[in-house]
């Protein structure tokens, strides 16, 4: 049979099982003073990162000046940015977590180690840390480096042909460096230079930390206006689609294999599934349409498709505390129907 349904994408994720908070998110805020805004996440399922509102000593007149100084040197998501004389106030959430001893900077974690080896040595010592030597993937990485790992003049880095197409100091058939001490080279500071290989200098080793629930919804609060509104309750955020399928007999995962193809930009290492109908999802649900009736499928309770299996004529009793509630002027009871 072939229903149209409007589905709605429930999500979770697998976290990081090390820690439940990211330790350099935490330092950064305590150097900036934002010590009594810092706030950790609740535990790894929570929905929202850790918070702080870093203090910058630059003055901004503008939200777009001061959204621009944040996204510079604070290396986090920025939730919101408020401009001011003689500080501008950023208000930033770290939703990834790094292991331990590595520091978080735009989605990604660095760790540095003060060990002067050849590039090939680097790549090596890095991919025993399951890392790679980093990548440059944006201006401000070196910047935000320089200015956490002291006593560094010089480490291996990786860059993509757009940037490193014209280096003054370009050794043929070299390895890539950032300069902090461009003298050597007869570059200014914080450089980038292709060296002999036989050069050695310290190793920045970087990773990707794995997807969390707190990043998979900061993704969706941010991108998800390519989806109906979201609906988030202190468990799960909900994703409504809607779509024409059928129902599959023979798949009993049918729809969460749907849920988690449509939902992968947001969570590519997690998993999606068919909504599971909380009380406290559809008390949203009926707040965010004012009101309004919502037929909802899910497949999270439906056997198959067979018709005595999706209908049922008589309703429970209200100690089964059934999720779905209807109610009438005379008395409340409490029914379950799939459609």
């Not at 468990?235 to 995962?253: C, D, G, H, K």
Request: hydrophobic residues 35%; glycine residues 4%; positive net charge.
């Amino acid at each position: 049979m072939r229903s149209k349904i409007l589905i709605f994408g429930f999500f979770f994720v697998v976290t990081n099982a090390q820690v439940d908070r990211d330790w350099s998110f935490q330092k950064m805020c305590e150097f900036w003073g934002g010590e009594s805004t810092y706030k950790p996440r609740e535990s790894q399922k929570s929905l929202r990162g850790d918070t702080c509102s870093f203090t910058l000593p630059f003055a901004t007149d503008t939200k777009e000046s001061a959204r621009t100084i944040c996204e510079e040197y604070v290396p986090y998501h920025i939730n919101e940015a408020v401009p001011g004389v003689p500080d501008t106030v950023c208000k930033a959430e770290a939703t990834l977590v790094c292991k331990n001893g590595w520091i978080q900077n735009f989605g990604r974690c660095y760790k540095m180690w003060k060990e002067m080896m050849t590039r090939d040595d680097a790549g090596k010592h890095c991919e025993k840390e399951g890392a790679t030597v980093a990548f440059m993937h944006r201006e401000a990485l070196p910047f935000r480096i320089k200015e956490y790992f002291t006593n560094v003049y010089q480490f291996w880095i990786d860059a993509s042909i757009a940037i490193t197409k014209d280096l003054i100091h370009d050794v043929e058939n070299g390895n890539l460096l950032l300069a902090i001490d461009g003298y050597p080279y007869n570059l200014p500071n914080i450089a980038l230079a292709r060296v002999a290989p036989d050069v050695k200098a310290m190793v920045l080793c970087e990773y990707t930390p794995p997807m969390t629930q707190s990043e998979s919804s900061y993704l969706l609060r941010k991108y998800g206006q390519i989806y109906f509104p979201t609906i988030e309750t202190s468990q799960a955020t909900y994703v409504r689609t809607a779509s024409s399928l059928n129902r599959n007999i023979n798949n009993p995962t049918a729809d969460d294999d749907y849920c988690t193809r449509v939902l992968k930009p947001f969570i590519p290492d997690g998993k999606a599934q068919s909504a599971i109908p909380t009380q406290e999802f559809m008390n949203k649900l009926v707040e965010m349409r004012a009101g309004g009736a919502a037929i909802v499928r899910t497949s999270a309770f439906s056997g198959n498709a067979n018709e005595k299996d999706r209908k049922s004529k008589s309703c429970v009793n209200y100690a089964k505390k059934s999720l779905f509630r209807m109610y009438s002027k005379d008395m409340v009871i409490n029914c379950f129907v799939l459609f």
